[in-house]
C-alpha cells in the first residue's frame, strides 16, 4: 500500500505557472505508474496525467496536453505536475494517485488516492 500527499496548490492569475508535488510513502514507488486527476466544484473528476513506473512514457488530457507536465523522481518518492499558461477553467482540486497494475497508462481504474490540493486560477 501506499500514501500519497499532494502539495503546491494556490491561487493564481491566468497565465501563470504552477507545480503540484506529490509525495509517497513506502518503498516501492517505482512499482506504480502514477497519475493526476482533478475535480472542478460541480463537476466529475477528470484524467489530467499520467507517467509510467520508469518515466519512459507519460499521457495527457487533450484540454491540458502541450501546458502541463507530469514526471516523477523515484529516489524521492515524488510526481509533479508542471502547470503552465494556467487558464480559470483548470480551477480545480487535483489529485494524484497510484496504479499498481500492469496494464500499461491508464485514464481509470487507479488504487490509492491523495487528499487532494487546491489549485484556483482567477481571470
Known amino acids: 500500500q501506499v500514501q500519497l500527499v499532494e502539495s503546491g496548490g494556490r491561487l493564481v492569475q491566468a497565465g501563470d505557472s504552477l507545480r503540484l508535488s506529490c509525495a509517497a510513502s513506502?518503498?516501492?514507488?517505482?512499482?506504480?505508474?502514477m497519475g493526476w486527476f482533478r475535480q472542478a466544484p460541480g463537476k466529475e473528476r477528470e484524467f489530467v496525467a499520467a507517467i509510467s513506473r520508469s518515466a519512459s512514457s507519460t499521457i495527457y488530457s487533450d484540454s491540458v496536453k502541450g501546458r502541463f507536465t507530469i514526471s516523477r523522481d523515484n529516489a524521492k518518492n515524488t510526481v509533479y505536475l508542471q502547470m503552465n499558461s494556467l487558464k480559470p477553467e483548470d480551477t480545480a482540486v487535483y489529485y494524484c494517485?497510484?496504479?499498481?497494475?500492469?496494464?500499461?497508462?491508464?485514464?481509470?481504474?487507479?488504487?490509492?488516492w491523495g487528499q487532494g490540493t487546491q489549485v484556483t486560477v482567477s481571470s
Open positions: 513506502g518503498r516501492t514507488f517505482d512499482s506504480y505508474a
Open positions: 494517485a497510484a496504479d499498481k497494475s500492469s496494464y500499461g497508462l491508464r485514464r481509470y481504474g487507479y488504487d490509492y
